[in-house]
């Protein structure tokens, strides 16, 4: 299998542009996470998503974020408009639920590391 | 809430020897897993060890090793024959109910020649 896919690894962007990050989980797993890792505050976990349906999206920090999933297969995190203070690395990870409550182990994607001028 | 503690912020070995990293985690749940990440410099997040609660047997992964005491609340990491390539950022994780996984602070491994 080919993993968890992020798009782009890198982006630098200019303060007030969009941002638009893409995720393809792995095939089958049916639980996507989006994190956000910086020096001060470590991995937060922002969003998941279970069969294409967002579950809890209390840790994304403003209404300046968003994100789908339009199909199993593919997600997006945005960004709109991107502050200064967003720069960090932004993590996909994919699951497979084993269906009893206890879910199975998170892979992670390579990340984007995002730079807002 | 569950709590992730990792109490050493760096650590360093040489070469060849033998290195553990602590954990302790606080939680109510008797079911769940616990988790070691590794971050390379490449920054990518590699899964390296995983922990059932309900399974007593100590996890093992080649040159890596779990103590895990669920009473003590605790998880600690062995890697044995530390090799260059072991340099990175470990992160201690513990998953509750509902997937959501929690991570420690991390700890910073150097292995030396």
């Known amino acids: 299998d080919a993993g968890v896919i992020q798009s782009p690894r890198h982006e630098v962007t200019e303060m007030g542009q969009e941002v638009t990050l893409r995720c393809k989980p792995i095939s089958g797993h049916d639980y996507l996470f989006w994190y956000r890792q910086t020096m001060m505050r470590g991995l937060e976990l922002l969003i998941y998503?279970?069969?294409?349906?967002?579950?809890?999206d209390s840790g994304m920090p403003e209404d300046r974020f968003s994100a789908k999933m339009p199909n199993a297969s593919f997600s997006t995190l945005k960004i709109q408009p991107s502050e200064p203070r967003d720069s960090a690395v932004y993590f996909c990870?994919?699951?497979?639920?084993?269906?009893?409550?206890?879910?199975?182990?998170?892979?992670f994607g390579p990340g984007t590391r995002l730079l807002v001028l | 809430a569950q709590t992730v503690t990792q109490s050493q912020p760096e650590m360093s070995v040489q070469e060849a020897e033998t290195v553990t990293l602590s954990c302790t985690y606080d939680t109510s749940e008797s079911n769940y897993y616990l988790f070691w990440y590794k971050q390379p410099p490449s920054r990518q997040m590699i899964l390296v060890i995983r922990?059932?609660?309900?399974?007593?047997q100590n996890a093992t992964e080649n040159r890596f090793s779990v103590n895990f005491q669920k009473a003590a609340k605790s998880f600690s990491l062995k890697i044995s024959d530390s090799q260059l390539g072991d340099t990175a950022m470990y992160f201690c994780a513990f998953m509750e109910y509902g997937n959501k996984l929690v991570f420690g602070a991390g700890t910073i491994l150097r292995v030396k020649s």
């Open positions: 990870a994919s699951s497979l639920s084993r269906g009893q409550g206890i879910e199975e182990t998170q892979y």
């Open positions: 922990q059932e609660a309900y399974k007593q």
């Open positions: 998503f279970n069969n294409n349906v967002p579950i809890d």
